[in-house]
C-alpha cells in the first residue's frame, strides 16, 4: 500500500536528515552525503523499524572505471546521474536515490530497464526513466509528482533536502487521505502495519531464527570445552587495568570536498 511505503521513505528521510544536518562541536557542518541509498542498506525489522545504514560507503572505485560488470547493476539502478558521471554529489544525490527506492515500492519495479550495465549506465545519466504514470497508473497524481521530482535528471530542479521532502509527503496525505504523519499516534500504526505485514511474509525465516537462538542458548549451557576456554576473555593484570593512559580526541578532517566519506 502507498501509505506503508510513505511510511518506509518517510522514516529513512528521518535518518538522512539527521545525517545530513550533522555538524562538529564548532557548529561547521559535516556536509556527509550517504552516496548509497539502496533496498540492500535500508533495513527493516519484525517490530516495524526502519533502518538506514552503511553510511560512508566509497563508490569512488567503481565509478572510475571505463566499463561496469554486471554485478554492478543493482547499484547503478540508484545512482544519481551526476555521481554516474563522477561529478560532486550533492544532499540531492541521496533525495534521488531514495526517489528510486519509493518508485520502486509504489510499482514494484526499477524506473530504469536495461540488458547490460553499459546501457542502464547511459538511461541513468540521459534521465530516461519509465514513466510512473504507465507502470502504476493507480498511483495518485500528488505522488506520481513526487517521485517525478526526486528522480528529475537535474539536481537543482529536485527537492534540495530532505526536510523539504518530508513536508512534501506530509503535505500530499494529509490533503489526500488526512493522513498526518508527523503524529507519533500515526507513526505507530504504520509501525504496528508493516509488522503485521513482515511477519506474515517472512514468518519461515522468523521462526528459523528462534530456533538458532534457542539453540545457541541451550549450547551455553554445555560444559566450555578446551577451544571455548581459548578464546574466552582474559583476565587483565592489574598494572595495565589501572595505568594512566592519555586521552585522545579525533576530530574530522575539514577540507573544501563538496562531499565526505564517513
Known amino acids: 500500500p502507498a501509505e506503508i511505503s510513505a511510511y518506509i521513505v518517510l522514516e529513512v528521510v528521518r535518518a538522512l536528515s539527521f545525517a545530513h544536518q550533522l555538524k562538529d562541536s564548532k557548529g561547521r557542518e559535516l556536509n556527509i552525503i550517504h552516496r548509497d541509498i539502496s533496498p540492500g542498506n535500508i533495513l527493516l525489522g519484525y517490530r516495524g523499524e526502519v533502518k538506514l545504514v552503511d553510511f560512508g560507503i566509497a563508490t569512488a572505485e567503481s565509478r572510475l ?44 519495479q526499477l524506473p530504469f530497464q536495461a540488458e547490460n550495465a553499459n546501457a542502464l549506465l547511459k538511461k541513468v545519466i540521459d534521465g530516461r526513466a519509465t514513466d510512473i504514470r504507465i507502470v502504476g497508473p493507480a498511483i495518485s497524481e500528488g505522488l506520481r509528482e513526487i517521485v517525478t521530482t526526486c528522480l528529475h535528471k537535474s539536481s537543482r530542479k529536485r527537492y534540495q533536502s530532505c526536510p523539504e521532502l518530508f513536508n512534501a509527503l506530509v ?73 594512566d593512559f592519555d586521552a585522545t580526541v579525533f576530530e574530522p578532517d575539514h577540507t573544501n570536498e563538496a562531499t565526505r566519506h564517513y
Do not use: C, W
Request: no cysteine; hydrophobic share 35%; net charge negative.
Open 65 to 108: 572505471q571505463k566499463g561496469f560488470s554486471d554485478s554492478a547493476l543493482g547499484k547503478l539502478a540508484y545512482m544519481a546521474p551526476e555521481q554516474a558521471v563522477n561529478d560532486p554529489v550533492v544532499k540531492a544525490s541521496d533525495i534521488y536515490s531514495l526517489g528510486v527506492v519509493f518508485y520502486q515500492l509504489l510499482t514494484g
Open 171 to 243: 503535505a500530499h496525505f494529509k490533503t489526500s487521505l488526512e493522513v498526518d504523519f508527523t503524529a507519533r499516534a500515526t507513526r505507530e500504526y504504520y509501525k504496528k502495519k508493516l509488522s503485521e505485514y513482515l511477519r506474515s511474509v517472512f514468518e519461515k525465516e522468523m521462526i528459523d531464527e528462534i530456533e538458532i537462538v534457542q539453540k545457541a542458548l541451550k549450547d551455553q549451557t554445555s560444559p566450555i570445552s578446551e577451544d571455548q576456554k581459548i578464546t574466552a576473555p582474559q583476565h587483565i593484570p592489574k598494572q595495565i587495568a589501572e595505568s
